[in-house]
């Protein structure tokens, strides 16, 4: 898809405005660093770098998975550096559906201590089939939701709870069910960007495990493209959408709200900067907002929810796909 060119600006460039709002929380920008780490001092490092990104851009923060102090709770620590730097922002938490959705008292009870020492504003559910099936350690069980176990979940923590892909997409099907379920929000996770068969079948490889590292090689074309995923959840929930997969730059930030997400989420590039040091990374979040507000200002818009309006041109075949699927463009 693409936007069409406005040659007569709306709005003064300097006065074009980001602000948004996701699950009731007044944002700046509408950009998520998406969930990557914790457990390791080198991750405290990264979170601590991610976390001062967020605050001096106005950006929301998720942390990587709680699993690591779900086996030591002194690694709580790696995580919280991140909300001392970033007091203010919107502060997402991250736990696997393998571990939440069979786990143990233990379980929720470390989700609780966590969520109340980092203020956390969400949790967000990771939903990775694709990635345990090819990890060397993976655990390939049933990730079923229930709406008794959300509930008790949400009672517990007090806060509201994402479904998240994390890199194979969510279907209209399985929106439908993670609303049914009772999440509060779906983060689509599309394929595109981070490719987990790739990542775990090197690591296979490595691991001497041959049957996961070939079968790598054939499922990393496995997955609904972001684009798709967008357009198949929102023609059936109106929940608050988190668009991540391969987003690059503030323009397919810019196309990714357009097309109904309400946020939108970037993990490798954020990693890959921060790995290089502060300067890299604070470039990329200037270039990222500088880019979502020229098209805003190049489609003829004043601010985030403009988008919306915005004309497009759609690909064909991208139609004729929806097609077969009964699919009606919804945005
Ligand atoms: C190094 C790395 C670690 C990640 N760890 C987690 C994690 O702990 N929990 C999670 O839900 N997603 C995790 N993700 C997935 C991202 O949050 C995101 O959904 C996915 O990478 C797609 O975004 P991208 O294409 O911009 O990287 C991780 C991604 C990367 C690159």
């Known amino acids: 898809m693409d936007f069409v060119h406005i040659a007569t ?29 914790g457990g390791t001092l080198f991750a405290s490092k990264i979170n601590q770098l991610l976390a001062r990104a967020a605050t ?32 203010d922002a ?28 980092l203020e956390a504003s969400a949790l967000a559910v990771h939903f990775n089939p694709l990635q345990e099936l090819i990890m060397p350690e993976g655990d390939p069980v049933e990730m079923l939701p229930t709406s008794e176990r959300i509930s008790e979940v949400r009672a517990r923590l007090g806060i509201p709870i994402i479904a998240k892909e994390v890199g194979c997409g969510v279907s209209r099907e399985t ?22 068969a790739l990542v775990e079948g090197l ?11 070939e079968a790598a090689a054939s499922l990393h074309l496995w997955g609904i493209p972001t684009l798709l995923s967008l357009l198949e959840v929102r023609s059936v929930v109106k929940l608050p959408v988190i668009v991540s997969g391969g987003i690059r730059s503030g323009i397919t930030v810019a196309k990714a709200l357009a097309l109904g997400g309400d946020l939108v989420g970037i993990a490798r ?11 890299t990374l604070f470039q990329l979040c200037e270039r990222l907002i500088f880019e979502l507000r020229a098209a805003i ?17 759609l690909d064909p075949s991208l139609l004729q796909l929806l097609k077969t699927r009964g699919i009606e463009l919804v945005r």
């Open 269 to 279: 590039p954020f990693l890959k900067a921060a790995a290089t040091g502060e300067a």
């Open 297 to 313: 200002y190049l489609t003829g818009g004043r601010c985030v929810s403009d988008l919306k309006q915005a004309s497009l041109y």
């Open 90 to 117: 919107f502060l997402i938490i991250n736990i696997g559906a393998a571990q939440l959705l069979k786990g143990t008292p233990n379980t929720l009870s470390v989700l609780e201590t966590a969520a109340s020492k």
């Open 9 to 37: 600006p709306r709005a003064d460039f300097s006065d074009i405005d980001l602000s948004t709002t996701f699950l009731h929380q007044s944002l700046s920008t509408p950009i998520l660093i998406e969930a990557m780490t």
């Open 175 to 196: 929106a439908l069910l993670f609303e049914e379920a009772g999440f509060d929000a779906i983060d689509i996770g599309g394929w595109g960007g981070t490719n987990w």
């Open 56 to 87: 001096r851009y106005g950006l929301s923060l998720a942390l990587g998975s709680l699993r690591p102090v779900l086996e030591d709770p002194s690694t709580l620590s790696t995580y919280l550096i991140a909300r001392r730097e970033a007091p």
């Open 203 to 213: 690591r296979a490889g490595k691991a001497r495990d041959l049957i996961r590292s």
